[in-house]
């Protein structure tokens, strides 16, 4: 099951369960779709090299049993700058 982490590990921008502008990589590492096409090389995660592709969005009526993680996480990737 995936995590669904809370925030953009680039510019800590808000990504719940269910926004549309979210990506990950392999690892579940999580961006935003404008720091991914804007501010990441190659639009490729920047801890694993790995394609970023659209993150799935949790069904609602699964979040209450499967509650996506309120644990942030930023990085201080020297392409993100400060949020």
Same mark, same amino acid.
């Given at each position: 099951m995936l995590t669904? @982490?809370?925030?953009?590990? #680039? #510019?800590? @921008?808000?990504?719940p369960a269910d926004a549309a502008d979210a990506v990950i990589c392999s690892f579940e590492c999580t961006f935003c779709a404008d720091c991914a096409s804007e501010r990441l090389p190659g639009g490729r995660c920047p801890n694993c090299g790995g394609e970023l592709v659209k993150r799935p969005?949790?069904?609602?009526?699964?979040?209450? @049993?499967f509650p996506a993680s309120d644990k942030r996480v930023v @990085?201080?990737?020297g392409f993100c700058g400060s949020a």
């Open positions: 669904l @982490k809370p925030n953009c590990e #680039c #510019c800590d @921008k808000d990504l969005v949790r069904p609602v009526d699964r979040l209450a @049993k @990085k201080a990737h």
